[in-house]
Nanobody, 129 residues
Framework: EVKLVESGGGSVQAGGSLRLSCEFSGFTLDDYAIGWFRQAPGKERVGVSCMRTSHGTTYYRDSVKGRFTIDRDGGKNTVYLQMNNMKLEDTGVYYC??????????????????????WGQGALVTVSS
C-alpha cells in the first residue's frame, strides 16, 4: 500500500521555524515526485515545494524561496520541509503528496491536485504575530 504520513505541525510565532516530516511507504522515492502543499483557510490548495530525486530537481513557490527547504533522509523513508523565518501567510494545513508521472515543478503547479496518486492526512501549521 502506498502511504504518506505527515508529522511536525504546530504553532509558531512569526520569524520562527518548524520542520514537517512526511514518512512514505509502499514505493521507492526515485520512482516518484513528492512534495508539500498548503491549504490556507478559505483558499485553494497550492504547491509549496516539490522534488524528484531521480532527476535532481526541486521546485519552490516564490513566496517561500530562501525560507523553506525540502530534503530527504537517505537512511529513512522520510521527506522533510524545513520552514524558517515563518510568516503569517504560511498558516494552513500542509499536505504531503506524491505521484509517479510528474516532474517536481509539474507536481507543485498542478491545478488538478485531486488526481495525484497519494496524499497524506495533513498537518496544521499556525503562525501568529
Amino acid at each position: 500500500e502506498v502511504k504518506l504520513v505527515e508529522s511536525g505541525g504546530g504553532s509558531v510565532q512569526a520569524g520562527g521555524s518548524l520542520r514537517l516530516s512526511c514518512e512514505f511507504s509502499g514505493f521507492t522515492l526515485d520512482d516518484y515526485a513528492i512534495g508539500w502543499f498548503r491549504q490556507a483557510p478559505g483558499k485553494e490548495r497550492v504547491g509549496v515545494s516539490c522534488m524528484r530525486t531521480s532527476h535532481g530537481t526541486t521546485y519552490y513557490r516564490d513566496s517561500v524561496k530562501g525560507r523553506f527547504t525540502i530534503d530527504r533522509d537517505g537512511g529513512k523513508n522520510t521527506v522533510y520541509l524545513q520552514m524558517n523565518n515563518m510568516k503569517l501567510e504560511d498558516t494552513g494545513v500542509y499536505y504531503c503528496a506524491a505521484d509517479p508521472w510528474l516532474w517536481a515543478d509539474k507536481l507543485c503547479l498542478t491545478k488538478n491536485y485531486r488526481s495525484l496518486e497519494v496524499w497524506g492526512q495533513g498537518a496544521l501549521v499556525t503562525v501568529s504575530s
